[in-house]
């Protein structure tokens, strides 16, 4: 789905260069950064309602040792 959005001349020329230095496209680019910023939003809003669920009591933690014992990686 083509998308137009405004460039700073800037962050264009940067962009037309590293194009230019790897033979990828602009657009190449663009979307590698958009899917990786996203991929980090995603990551910080998930945090975000784990935390939420763990002060509202919706959600528990274990610790790393019970964790070890559920898997079969400690002993009793």
């Known amino acids: 789905m083509p998308t137009s959005i405004r460039i700073p001349d800037d962050i ?3 962009l037309t ?3 230019e230095a790897t033979g990828r496209t602009k657009a190449y680019y663009i979307k590698e950064a958009l899917n990786e910023y996203l991929e980090d939003l995603e990551d910080i809003y998930l945090a975000q309602k784990r935390s939420e669920d763990l002060r509202a009591g919706r959600s528990e933690t274990y610790s790393l040792e019970e964790v070890g ?3 079969g990686f400690l002993e009793d």
């Open 69 to 71: 014992r559920e898997l």
């Open 17 to 19: 260069e590293l194009a």
């Open 12 to 14: 264009n020329r940067r």
